[in-house]
Structures are given as C-alpha cells and as structure tokens.
C-alpha cells in the first residue's frame, strides 16, 4: 500500500509546507498531495516549492477544477509542474465545490460532463496534440490550440477526486487513480462498487488502478489524544453530512442535532462537547495498534494508497513519524 500525505492552507505557511513535505519524504511516504481551494493558498506555487524542495516524492493537486480554470490553463501548469519536479507530478482534478465556487459566480456546467470533457481535452494537451475540442461543455476552441513547449517524456498519471457516485464511476472510466473522499472509511464498498461499475461500463480492467483513499487521520501515543486531535474536524463537517454518507457508521443527520444547535449558536467548544463515540468514526484515528487494524482492513477492500489527510494528530511531525512505524508493521 502507498502512503500519501495530504495538506491544505489550514497546515500553515508555504515554508511550513515544504518542510513538512521534506519529513515525509525523509520517512519514505510515496505521494505528496496540496489542496487547491479557492480564495486560499495556491497548490501549484506550493507544490512548486515541494517539488524544487524534494527529489523522490511524488507531488499532485488535490484537487483542481476545470471550471474555475481553463483546461488549457491546467495543463500549462501541469506540464511545467511535471518538468520542475522531473516527473513526479500527479494531476488530481474535480468537479469543485459548488459553494467556494458560488463565491465567484461561478457553477458547474454539468459537473460530470464537463469533467469527462476536460479530462479528454487534457490528455490530448498533454500528449502534444491539438485540443480538438467539439463538447457540449467545452466548445468554440480554435482547432490550433495546444501546447507550444516541449513537454516531458514521462506521461502525467490524471487522478479524479470527488463523493457522488457519478464521479465514482468516471473514476473507474477514464482516470488513473481515484481520490475518493472516504468520511467515513466504511463507505470504501460502495466507493469500490461505483469505480468498478464506471470501468466495467467503459470495458476497463483496474490492474493498475491506484484507489487513493482520502481519510482524516489522527494518531498519537494514546487513542484520547487522538481524538480531541480530531475534535473540531468533527464538529465543524459533521452536521453538513447527508444521511447515505453516515448510514455505514449507523449515525443519522438527526444524530447532529446537539452539534449543529452549539456551532450555529456560536459556540464551538459546547459543539466539540456533544461529540458521541461513533462521531468519531468518520476518521481513521487512536494508536498505531488502534489504526493498523482498519488499515489491513481497507487493503483488504481494494485501497492501493491511503492519503492522510487532516488534523494528523495533535503534533503533526509526530504524527507522520509514528505513521512511518506503522507502515513498517503492515
């Protein structure tokens, strides 16, 4: 199983970024991963000084959006990204975030559609060729569009993020790896299930299919550590779940109540306080023994990367030092 570690502009300055990268890498974690949301930090000039910082380590966006950019403008970013780093650059991309995109009056244009269209349109991009562009998304492209550099050897892996099971199955369509989000891990199944139905429908076999599962991770010493890490991540995304996304964790909308009636009230440590046990199943999190168990288990379900993501632990650096030993143990 590959090791990836996942980071957005919450984890601190660039420099502080880099640094961390710089860990990971001395650790032996395989991927490096940077958040590209709106109005925060960008993840391509992160992830330049990642890669200008690092030597082994892949690094990818997770997640870009071919709305809020031009297609052709990620792949001018990719291709440079890809030579920078010396092939080690991985292309995440997504439909976005439909709120963050709101901010900029901005909407997705058929989410799935657009984003089967760009993912098409990129990799012609990518291989040097013209765009070729006659979509229902994307049109009114000048046959000449391409890129006009020497672009790198080494072919760019395009991963596709994202929940609905639309993009699941366009995952297992036409994408390199996936980049589910998986709150909680227990909807790996259904996750599978929709990538597998995209592949078979598209007569794809997945040798070679990297199901990077994107899970809030929280180790330390102690498993009560662990957990008032993962606190305010809980209490904050927690109430905003649907009710199919909680169903394998036995937790219903309604279960929320208490959380959201404090967070929107204002105040956010009663909301950490109406925290329940399960609540915190929606993250890998305890021990390194606590977490090897539900590590083996998602392998077992298929997963080929598990992609950490935040609060880590209560120490971050700690936390990917302790990740590393645990790796040794599977």
Request: charged share 25%.
């Amino acid at each position: 199983m590959r090791f990836g570690i996942r980071l957005n502009s919450d984890s601190g300055v660039i420099r502080e970024v880099v640094r961390r990268a710089q860990l990971a890498e001395e650790l032996g974690f395989d991927d490096f991963w940077y958040c590209h949301d709106l109005m925060k930090r960008d993840a391509w000039v992160t992830l330049s000084a990642v890669a200008a910082a690092t030597s082994r380590i892949r690094v990818g966006t997770c997640i870009v959006n071919p709305f809020s950019a031009s297609p052709a403008e990620i792949a001018m970013a990719a291709a440079s990204l890809q030579e920078l780093s010396e092939g080690r650059f991985v292309l995440g991309i997504g439909p976005g975030d439909p709120p963050y995109l709101g901010w900029i009056g901005q909407a997705q244009a058929r989410p799935r559609a657009g984003l089967a269209e760009a993912v098409a349109i990129l990799r012609r991009l990518l291989r040097g060729e013209e765009a070729g562009v006659a979509g229902e998304v994307f049109a009114g492209w000048d046959p000449q569009a391409r890129l006009r550099f020497d672009l790198p050897a080494q072919p760019i892996p395009i991963y596709i993020g994202g929940q609905g099971p639309r993009v699941l199955e366009l995952m297992g369509e036409v994408a390199d790896g996936g980049l589910p989000i998986l709150f909680p891990p227990e909807t790996i199944d259904f996750v599978r299930g929709r990538i597998a139905a995209g592949a078979a429908r598209a007569g794809r076999d997945l040798a070679g299919f990297d199901l990077a599962a994107c899970v809030w991770w929280s180790v330390a010493e102690t498993r009560r550590e662990a957990e008032d890490a993962l606190r305010y991540l809980a209490a904050y995304y927690g109430p905003s779940l649907r009710a199919e996304t909680l169903a394998p964790i036995r937790l219903t909308p309604a279960d929320f109540d208490p959380v959201r009636d404090a967070w929107q009230a204002g105040d956010m440590d009663r909301a950490m306080g109406a925290l329940t046990p399960d609540m915190f199943r929606l993250a890998i999190y305890g021990s390194p023994d606590d977490m090897l168990a539900r590590l083996r288990w998602l392998a077992a379900r298929g997963v080929t990367q598990i992609n950490i993501g935040p609060p880590l632990g209560p120490d971050p650096e700690a936390a990917l030092r302790l990740t590393a030993r645990l790796r040794e143990q599977l």
